[in-house]
Nanobody, 124 residues
Protein backbone atom coordinates (compact mmCIF):
# COMPACT_ATOMS: atom_id res chain seq x y z
CA UNK A 1 0.00 0.00 0.00
CA UNK A 2 1.27 3.42 -0.96
CA UNK A 3 1.69 6.05 1.73
CA UNK A 4 2.70 9.67 1.18
CA UNK A 5 3.86 11.85 4.06
CA UNK A 6 4.41 15.59 3.61
CA UNK A 7 6.58 17.80 5.77
CA UNK A 8 8.18 21.23 5.67
CA UNK A 9 5.23 23.58 6.00
CA UNK A 10 5.17 26.53 8.34
CA UNK A 11 4.87 30.28 8.73
CA UNK A 12 7.00 32.48 6.49
CA UNK A 13 7.06 36.18 5.65
CA UNK A 14 6.22 37.42 2.15
CA UNK A 15 9.24 37.03 -0.09
CA UNK A 16 10.54 34.11 1.96
CA UNK A 17 11.15 30.48 1.02
CA UNK A 18 10.09 27.03 2.14
CA UNK A 19 10.83 23.52 0.92
CA UNK A 20 8.16 20.87 1.18
CA UNK A 21 8.97 17.17 1.17
CA UNK A 22 6.81 14.19 0.26
CA UNK A 23 8.20 10.82 1.32
CA UNK A 24 6.66 7.79 -0.32
CA UNK A 25 6.55 4.21 0.86
CA UNK A 26 5.10 1.08 -0.66
CA UNK A 27 6.07 1.81 -4.26
CA UNK A 28 8.88 3.58 -6.06
CA UNK A 29 8.42 6.87 -7.87
CA UNK A 30 9.71 5.57 -11.15
CA UNK A 31 7.08 5.93 -13.86
CA UNK A 32 4.73 7.76 -11.48
CA UNK A 33 3.24 11.18 -11.92
CA UNK A 34 4.05 13.07 -8.73
CA UNK A 35 2.19 16.28 -8.08
CA UNK A 36 1.57 19.03 -5.58
CA UNK A 37 -1.84 20.58 -5.07
CA UNK A 38 -3.01 23.20 -2.60
CA UNK A 39 -6.26 24.25 -1.02
CA UNK A 40 -6.65 27.74 0.39
CA UNK A 41 -9.37 28.88 2.79
CA UNK A 42 -12.75 28.69 1.07
CA UNK A 43 -11.19 27.52 -2.18
CA UNK A 44 -11.16 24.33 -4.19
CA UNK A 45 -8.05 22.19 -4.38
CA UNK A 46 -5.86 23.46 -7.21
CA UNK A 47 -2.91 22.15 -9.18
CA UNK A 48 0.50 23.58 -8.33
CA UNK A 49 3.14 21.43 -9.99
CA UNK A 50 3.84 17.93 -11.29
CA UNK A 51 6.77 15.80 -12.30
CA UNK A 52 6.15 13.27 -15.04
CA UNK A 53 8.56 11.32 -17.24
CA UNK A 54 11.50 13.48 -16.10
CA UNK A 55 9.73 16.71 -16.94
CA UNK A 56 8.29 19.34 -14.58
CA UNK A 57 4.98 21.10 -15.10
CA UNK A 58 3.75 24.20 -13.25
CA UNK A 59 0.63 26.24 -12.76
CA UNK A 60 1.00 29.69 -14.29
CA UNK A 61 0.99 31.57 -10.99
CA UNK A 62 3.94 29.62 -9.55
CA UNK A 63 6.17 29.46 -12.64
CA UNK A 64 9.54 30.97 -11.92
CA UNK A 65 8.98 30.79 -8.15
CA UNK A 66 8.40 27.10 -7.37
CA UNK A 67 10.51 24.09 -8.38
CA UNK A 68 9.43 20.46 -8.20
CA UNK A 69 12.07 17.74 -7.99
CA UNK A 70 12.43 14.05 -7.18
CA UNK A 71 15.12 12.13 -5.34
CA UNK A 72 14.70 8.55 -6.52
CA UNK A 73 17.22 7.18 -4.04
CA UNK A 74 15.13 8.56 -1.17
CA UNK A 75 11.77 8.05 -2.91
CA UNK A 76 10.98 11.62 -1.99
CA UNK A 77 9.51 14.52 -3.93
CA UNK A 78 10.22 18.14 -3.10
CA UNK A 79 8.61 21.48 -3.77
CA UNK A 80 10.98 24.41 -3.38
CA UNK A 81 8.94 27.58 -2.97
CA UNK A 82 10.65 30.96 -3.33
CA UNK A 83 9.36 34.53 -3.29
CA UNK A 84 6.26 33.42 -1.44
CA UNK A 85 3.17 35.60 -1.49
CA UNK A 86 0.20 35.86 0.85
CA UNK A 87 -1.96 34.22 -1.80
CA UNK A 88 0.22 31.10 -1.57
CA UNK A 89 -1.23 30.45 1.89
CA UNK A 90 -2.90 27.03 1.77
CA UNK A 91 -2.70 23.42 2.82
CA UNK A 92 -0.33 21.74 0.41
CA UNK A 93 -0.86 18.11 -0.61
CA UNK A 94 1.33 15.74 -2.55
CA UNK A 95 -0.31 13.21 -4.82
CA UNK A 96 0.84 10.25 -6.87
CA UNK A 97 -0.53 8.07 -9.60
CA UNK A 98 1.00 5.38 -11.78
CA UNK A 99 -1.59 5.27 -14.55
CA UNK A 100 -2.42 8.93 -15.10
CA UNK A 101 -2.68 10.26 -18.64
CA UNK A 102 -1.17 13.64 -19.46
CA UNK A 103 -4.52 15.36 -20.03
CA UNK A 104 -5.60 14.51 -16.47
CA UNK A 105 -2.42 15.65 -14.78
CA UNK A 106 -3.81 18.89 -13.36
CA UNK A 107 -7.06 17.38 -12.09
CA UNK A 108 -7.10 16.22 -8.47
CA UNK A 109 -9.82 13.52 -8.76
CA UNK A 110 -7.59 11.48 -11.10
CA UNK A 111 -4.90 10.85 -8.47
CA UNK A 112 -5.16 7.64 -6.45
CA UNK A 113 -2.79 8.47 -3.60
CA UNK A 114 -2.62 11.52 -1.35
CA UNK A 115 -0.67 12.73 1.62
CA UNK A 116 -2.25 14.26 4.70
CA UNK A 117 -1.31 17.82 3.81
CA UNK A 118 0.97 20.43 5.33
CA UNK A 119 0.00 24.02 6.16
CA UNK A 120 1.88 26.88 4.54
CA UNK A 121 1.10 30.35 5.86
CA UNK A 122 2.62 33.44 4.26
CA UNK A 123 2.13 36.46 6.48
CA UNK A 124 4.05 39.37 7.96
Amino acid sequence: QVQLVESGGGLVQPGGSLRLSCAASGRTFSRATMAWFRQGPGKEREFVAAHRQNRPYYADDVKGRFTISLDSAKNTAYLQMNNLRSEDTAVYYCAADWSLILSSMTQAPHYDYWGQGTQVTVSS
